[in-house]
C-alpha cells in the first residue's frame, strides 16, 4: 500500500547533457581487432556485457556498437550513469526520459511511455511491460552500471534480460561484475561477454593510436616497448599518444621514443605519473583553472567564464579539443564538455591541495546561480550543496522537489539533497519537505518518514495557523500519516485520521480518496470490526473506479479479500482476486508487486477450497518478495497458507526457518499470530514435545487462560486446542461453546469449524457418538457454504469410519452442497480396521470393556511411542514414565491417547495386552 501522489501537470524533461547519447569523439576511436570482430557479431546479439576496470575504453566499445546499430537502422536508446543514479528508482526515471526522447525518431510507442503513472512502483511495473511487448528491435544501452548500488538492480536486470522478449535487447558496460545470473545467459540466450582481456590493445591498434598522434611511420620497436609498457591498457596508452603529441619531434631527445622510453614500467600509478606528465607541458594557471572545472560534472564556455573569471576560458577549453587532450564534448555541437574519469579524479585531488577552501566555494557558488539563471534547478542545487551556499540550496530544492520526487521518481537523490540541507542548519521549505517525508515512506523507512511527518505538521501549525493559506498541503500531509499509521501499526491512529480527513468536504483526488480508506479499512479490519472495514472499502471501491490506477484497483481488492479470509469466505476472496488480476497484469505485468501480493494472498483462499497444489505455487511466488510489499493484513494471510501447508519438515520450504526472515519485517502481532499458526500446525501433526519446546521458545502459554476472553482470537483457539490434546478436558466443553458464541457474533466462520471439529474429538473421546455426529453435521454446513474444505479435510484421517459414513440425514444435511462435501469426507476418512479372527486373545478382556477389534495397527508407532510402551510394561505411573523421559504428565496422557488410538484400545492393560500380540514388547 502506497500513498498517492497529488496530481500535477506532465513535467518537461530535465537537462540531460550527454546522458542520452554516448560522447562525441572528434576521430575515430582505436580499437584492438578482438573487440571489432565481437562487436560486428553482438549486432544481433539479446545480451551485450562490457565489465572491466576504469580505463579500458568501456564507453568507446559501448559507443561503437551503439553508433553501428544506428547506422543500421536499429532504434538504440543509451543511458549514460553518474554518482546521482545509485537507486534504483533514478535509473528508471532516466530511462523513461530517455525512451521518451527517441519515441518520435525511431516511431516506437511515444505514448505507452508518456503515460507512464507517477507512482515509482506502479511506473516501473508499466514500463516493464511496455518493454517487454515491444514490436519491433530495440537496443538499450546502459553505461556505468556499476554506480547504482541498489539491491534491487539485480531484480532489474532479471526482468530486463530474461523477462523481456527478442525485441529488447540490452548492452551494459560496468566496472564490477553484473549482478546477473551470465551462465544462464549463455545457455538461454545470444550473449556477448567482453572483459579486459578483449579490450587490451594489441600491438597493431597501438600502431594506429600512434599514426592519430602525428607519427608518420612508428617503428616497430617503439610500439613493441609500448606495448609492453602499459600491457595495453587503453588509458595509458592514449596518454602517452597525448605526450607523444605534445612533443616536437625535431626537438633533441624530445621525440616519441624519448617519451615512450622515459616510463620504466616501474611507476607505481602509471595514470597519475602520465596525467601529471601531460598537465606538465600546460602554464599554470591553466591548470589551475582544470583545477576548478574538476570540480564540476559537465561545463561549457561560457559557464567556465563565469564561473572562474577566466576571460581565457574559451580559448584554452577549444586548445584541449583541439589536441584531443581528454575531454569529451557531451553534444552535437561541442557546447558542453566534460573530462575524461581519470583526469578529473588527479584535478580534484590535485585541487583539494592546492586550491584554497574558499575559491572552491567561489567557483561553485558562481557556477549554482549561473545554472539557477539558465534555468537549470538541478546542476544549480548540487552545486550550491557542494559549495555549500545554504540558503541557495534550500531555495534550489524547493524548486525541484516535485519534479525529482514527484514526477520522476528519483527518491534516493532527493532524499540525500533534503539532509544535505538539514545538515546544514537549513530548514526545508513546506513543499520540499512535504515531499522529503513522502519520500521516505516510498522507500520505507517509515519510522523517519513519520518524524518528518510530525516536524512538518509542527511547521504548518506556525506558519498557517488558521489552515486556510495551507489547505492542500495539510490534505498530503493527512493523507500520509494514515498511510504511515498503518504501515507502523498504529491503528487508532489511522483510524481516526482517515475518518477525519475522509469527513472534510474539500475536493479530494480519487486516488486520494481510495488510498485513505483502504488504510482506513485495513486499520479497522486489524481492531477486529469488519463491518466498519466493510463501510470504508466501500469509499474505496468508489474512489478507485475513477482513479484509472491499476496499482490502486490491485490493492482495494486485496483488502477486499483480507476482510474475506478474515472472515473465513474463501469462495468471495477468490471472486475479487480473479476478477482484478488479469487487469492489473494487462497494466504493470506478471511479475508487479502488486500481483505477487495478490498471489500471497489468494494462497491462503486456494487453500481453504482445497486447492493446494495452486497454492503452494502462488505462496512460493509470493513469499519470494514478501518482504518489502504488502502490509499486515496481506501478509499475515499469505503467512497463514504457508504455515497451513507446512508438512513438518525443519527445511521445508515453508518452515519456521524459511518464514522467519519475511515474519520478522512485519509488526510484532503478525510475528506472535505466524507462531501461534506455528504451535496449532505442530498439534495438528502430533508433534507434542516439540509444540512444547516451540511454546516455550517464543513465550506463549497455550494452556494458560489467566488472559480470559481478552486474549486474541487465535490465541483463544490454541488454549482450547492445546487442552484437548493433552487430556485436559475439565470444563473444556464450555469453554469451547462460549467461543462458539463469541466467533459466531464476529461471523469469523474459519474459527466457528475449527470449534465444531473441536467438539467432534471431545465427544468421540466421551465415547458420546451421538453428539459427535451432531457437531460433525453443524461443521459439514459451515464448510459447505463458504466452501471451507481443506480445514475439514486435514481431518478426515483421524475421524472413524462409523461416522463419516454416517447418511447426511442422520447428520443433518439437507443441501447438495453439503452432501457432496460429506462424501469427500468420507473418501479421505480413516478406513475401516479388518476384523479380528473369533476368539483372538484381547477381543473382549474382562474388567477393561471391549476392546477394538484386533488387526494390524492403524499407522506404525513412532520411537517415543515404543519407548513409553515399553515402560509401561514395567509398571511404572504416568509421573514416574515423564520423570524418566522428561516429559510433563499431561504430554505424557497425550502421548498414551495417541498410542491407544493406534492399538484401537481404551486402557494401559488393553495396550498391553494388544502389544504382546503384536510382538511390539519383544
Known amino acids: 500500500m502506497s500513498p498517492a501522489i497529488p496530481a500535477s501537470p506532465a513535467s518537461p524533461l530535465p537537462v540531460q547533457r550527454g546522458r542520452l547519447a554516448p560522447p562525441e569523439t572528434a576521430v575515430e576511436a582505436v580499437l584492438p581487432q578482438a573487440v571489432q570482430v565481437l562487436l560486428r557479431s553482438a549486432v544481433l546479439a539479446k545480451l551485450v556485457t562490457v565489465c572491466a576496470p576504469p580505463g579500458y575504453g568501456k564507453t568507446l566499445v559501448l559507443g561503437r556498437l551503439y553508433r553501428l546499430l544506428r547506422q543500421r537502422g536499429v532504434p538504440c536508446v543509451w543511458l549514460t550513469l553518474d554518482d546521482r543514479d545509485t537507486s534504483v528508482d533514478a535509473v528508471l526515471s532516466l530511462l523513461t526520459a530517455a525512451l521518451q526522447h527517441e519515441a518520435l525518431s525511431w516511431n516506437l510507442p511515444g505514448e505507452a511511455f508518456a503515460a507512464l503513472p507517477s507512482d515509482p512502483r506502479e511506473s516501473a511495473d508499466r514500463l516493464y511491460t511496455v518493454l ?148 606538465h607541458g600546460f602554464p599554470a594557471r591553466q591548470v589551475e583553472f582544470l583545477m576548478e572545472m574538476a570540480l564540476l560534472r559537465e561545463f561549457s564556455a561560457e559557464l567556465a567564464e563565469d564561473a572562474t573569471g577566466c576571460a581565457e576560458a574559451a580559448q584554452w577549453l577549444d586548445d584541449m579539443l583541439r589536441r584531443h587532450v581528454l575531454i569529451f564534448p557531451l553534444d552535437r555541437d561541442r557546447r558542453w564538455l566534460r573530462l575524461h574519469t581519470l583526469l578529473r579524479q588527479h584535478l580534484q585531488a590535485e585541487g583539494a591541495r592546492h586550491l584554497p577552501r574558499e575559491r572552491r566555494r567561489q567557483v561553485l557558488e558562481r557556477a549554482a546561480r549561473w545554472h539557477a539563471d539558465q534555468g537549470d534547478d538541478e546542476a544549480a542545487l548540487e552545486a550550491a550543496l557542494a559549495a555549500p551556499a545554504p540558503a541557495l540550496a534550500g531555495q534550489l530544492l524547493d524548486r525541484v522537489a516535485r519534479t525529482v520526487a514527484g514526477d520522476q521518481g528519483r527518491l534516493v537523490l532527493f532524499v540525500q539533497w533534503s539532509e544535505q540541507v538539514l545538515a546544514t542548519g537549513t530548514a526545508l521549505s513546506p513543499e520540499a519537505h512535504a515531499w522529503y517525508a513522502w519520500s521516505l515512506c516510498f522507500l520505507l523507512q517509515y519510522e523517519r518518514a513519520f518524524s518528518a511527518l510530525q516536524s512538518l505538521e509542527h511547521r504548518l501549525a506556525e506558519l498557517d495557523p488558521g489552515g486556510q493559506r495551507a489547505a492542500g498541503l495539510r490534505a498530503r500531509a493527512g493523507l500520509l500519516r494514515v498511510v504511515i499509521s498503518v504501515h507502523l501499526d498504529l491503528l487508532e491512529t489511522a483510524s481516526d485520521d482517515a475518518q477525519r480527513w475522509l469527513q472534510d468536504p474539500a475536493e479530494r483526488d480519487p486516488l486520494g480518496v481510495a488510498t485513505v480508506a483502504t488504510g482506513a479499512a485495513v486499520a479497522e479490519l486489524a481492531q477486529g470490526r469488519s463491518t466498519v472495514a466493510r463501510l470504508r472499502l466501500q469509499t474505496a471501491l468508489g474512489a478507485i473506479e475513477r482513479a484509472a490506477s491499476a496499482y490502486g484497483a490491485g490493492w482495494v481488492a486485496l483488502i477486499h479479500a483480507a476482510i474475506e479470509l478474515t472472515e473465513g469466505d474463501p469462495v468471495r476472496a477468490d471472486g475479487h482476486l480473479c476478477r482484478v488480476r488479469p487487469q492489473v497484469v ?43 510489499h504488502g502490509i499486515n493484513e496481506t501478509a499475515q494471510h499469505g503467512l497463514a497458507a504457508c504455515v497451513a501447508m507446512w508438512d513438518g519438515a525443519a527445511d521445508g520450504e515453508f518452515s519456521p526457518a524459511a518464514l522467519d526472515p519475511v515474519v520478522l519485517c512485519y509488526a510484532p502481532r503478525t510475528q506472535r499470530q505466524v507462531a501461534v499458526q506455528q504451535l496449532r500446525r505442530l498439534l495438528a501433526l502430533g508433534r507434542i514435545d516439540d509444540a512444547q519446546e516451540f511454546a516455550f521458545r517464543h513465550m506463549l502459554v497455550p494452556d494458560d487462560e489467566a488472559g480470559g476472553d481478552g486474549r486474541p482470537l487465535p490465541e483463544r483457539l490454541l488454549a482450547l486446542e492445546w487442552a484437548w490434546r493433552i487430556g485436559q478436558q475439565r470444563g473444556l466443553p464450555e469453554r469451547v461453546e462460549r467461543l462458539k458464541r463469541t466467533v459466531r457474533a464476529a461471523q469469523r466462520w474459519r474459527e466457528l469449524l475449527e470449534l465444531h471439529l473441536l467438539e467432534v474429538g471431545l465427544h468421540l473421546g466421551g465415547g458420546d457418538a451421538k453428539r459427535a455426529q451432531m457437531a460433525l453435521g453443524q461443521a459439514l454446513f459451515v464448510a459447505a ?87 509401561l510394561d514395567k509398571g511404572l505411573s504416568n509421573q514416574q514414565i515423564g520423570e524418566r523421559v522428561h516429559l510433563s504428565v499431561p504430554t505424557v496422557k497425550w502421548h498414551f491417547y495417541k498410542l491407544y488410538a493406534k492399538l484401537q484400545v481404551k486402557s494401559r492393560s488393553a495396550a498391553l495386552v494388544k502389544a504382546r500380540m503384536l510382538n511390539l514388547l519383544h
Open 132 to 279: 517487454a511487448r515491444l514490436a519491433r528491435p530495440v537496443v538499450l544501452c546502459i553505461d556505468n552500471l556499476h554506480v547504482c548500488t541498489d539491491p534491487r538492480l539485480a531484480d532489474v536486470l532479471e526482468r530486463l534480460v530474461f523477462g523481456t522478449g527478442a525485441a529488447l535487447r540490452l548492452a551494459l558496460s560496468s566496472t564490477q561484475d553484473l549482478p546477473l545470473d551470465l551462465l544462464r545467459a549463455k545457455l538461454e540466450l545470444n550473449t556477448v561477454e567482453l572483459q579486459a582481456a578483449h579490450l587490451a590493445l594489441d600491438p597493431q591498434s597501438l600502431r594506429a593510436l600512434l599514426l592519430q598522434a602525428g607519427l608518420p611511420d612508428p617503428a616497430p620497436a617503439l610500439v613493441a616497448r609500448m606495448h609492453a609498457l602499459t600491457e595495453g591498457w587503453p588509458a595509458a596508452a592514449r596518454l602517452l599518444q597525448v605526450l607523444i603529441a605534445q612533443q616536437p619531434a625535431s626537438a633533441p631527445g624530445q621525440g616519441a621514443e624519448a617519451v615512450v622510453e622515459r616510463f620504466s614500467g616501474r611507476d607505481h600509478d602509471m595514470a597519475a605519473v602520465l596525467t601529471r606528465r601531460v598537465l
Open 586 to 628: 494487462e497494466q504493470l505485468g506478471e511479475d508487479a508487486a502488486v500481483i505477487t501480493t495478490l498471489d500471497f494472498v489468494h494462497a491462503r483462499a486456494l487453500h481453504d477450497l482445497g486447492r493446494t497444489a495452486e497454492a503452494r505455487v502462488r505462496a512460493l511466488r509470493g513469499l519470494a518478495r514478501a518482504r518489502s
Open 785 to 871: 457454504r463458504r466452501r471451507l474444505v481443506q480445514p475439514l479435510l486435514e481431518r478426515a484421517a483421524t475421524l472413524p469410519a462409523a461416522l463419516t459414513q454416517a447418511s447426511g440425514k442422520e447428520l443433518g444435511l439437507v443441501q447438495p452442497e453439503e452432501i457432496e462435501l460429506l462424501a469427500r469426507l468420507a473418501a479421505q476418512a480413516a478406513p475401516v480396521p479388518d476384523p479380528a479372527p473369533p476368539g483372538a486373545a484381547g477381543q473382549d478382556l474382562p474388567g477393561e470393556g471391549t476392546v477394538a477389534a484386533a488387526g494390524g495397527l492403524t499407522e506404525p508407532l513412532t520411537r517415543r511411542e515404543h519407548e513409553l510402551l515399553a515402560l
